[in-house]
């Protein structure tokens, strides 16, 4: 086992899930609300990729921040403990610059979630969403649809 890696415990990734990240720079891709995992940036640390908060009011104040990404999408997180661990952003997918003979971006078709799971829903709607009595709790499929964001 590397230094790193004794370092970056199942302790420290979920601190980190806990207390969210604050990004140095606004990440302009990042999803907001909708269904899916929204609200979340993937993280690549020690070649594990995990979902981080980055969109709820306690980033404002958590002690974890990341550096703007440089080529590769590399950077760094800083604890305000002064430790510095650096990590890893996935880049965009290329084929969301694509569009369909209609127009339609391949992004609003399937969306990449993390670095390696491809996520598409083929029912943008459900019965149970516009009454809130009886829909999940959890669900925000109407969200991505209402926002433009799928098709």
């Known amino acids: 086992m590397n230094e790193l890696s004794s370092f970056i415990s199942p302790q420290f990734i979920t601190e980190l899930q806990s207390q969210g990240l604050r990004l140095e720079e606004p990440d302009k891709n990042a999803r907001r609300g909708g269904a899916g995992p929204s609200d979340l940036k993937a993280v690549t640390i020690d070649g594990r990729t995990v979902m981080i908060p ?3 009011s306690s980033e404002n104040e958590s002690p974890f921040v990341a550096c703007t990404p440089k080529e590769h999408g590399i950077s760094y997180i800083r604890h305000s403990s002064g430790r510095v661990i650096p990590v890893s952003f996935p880049s965009q997918p290329r084929f969301y610059d694509l569009k369909t003979s209609d127009g339609i971006p391949y992004s609003h078709i399937a969306t990449l ?3 390696d799971v491809l996520a598409t ?12 009595k009886k829909s999940c709790q ?14």
């Open 121 to 132: 829903t083929v029912l943008q709607s459900c019965v149970r969403y516009t009454n809130r």
């Open 54 to 56: 980055i969109f709820k």
């Open 138 to 151: 959890f669900c925000a499929i109407g969200q991505s649809l209402e926002a433009g964001r799928t098709i």
């Open 113 to 115: 979630h993390s670095s």
